[in-house]
């Protein structure tokens, strides 16, 4: 997830070069406890050894916006 629509689209793109057009959902979640890496590289690959239920680090592909992968089902989705 990223906080803005332009972060989303950016990241889906990124990811998704030839997909088709993205959809953006709006999503809540219980943040609980949130742990925000500053420099989290290029990917995140396998277990994190970090006790959080929502991980946050600023995008890559949108400058001055924040991913965040929300963990532990934390998350609930409203249909559009």
Partial sequence: MNNTIRGAVAEYR???PNGPRPVIIEVHYRSGVNVF??????HIRGSLPIVGDTLSFDSLRALRTVNTLVRNNSIVINPP
């Fill in 14 to 16: 990124h990811y998704n």
């Fill in 37 to 42: 890496v500053e420099n989290p590289g290029a």
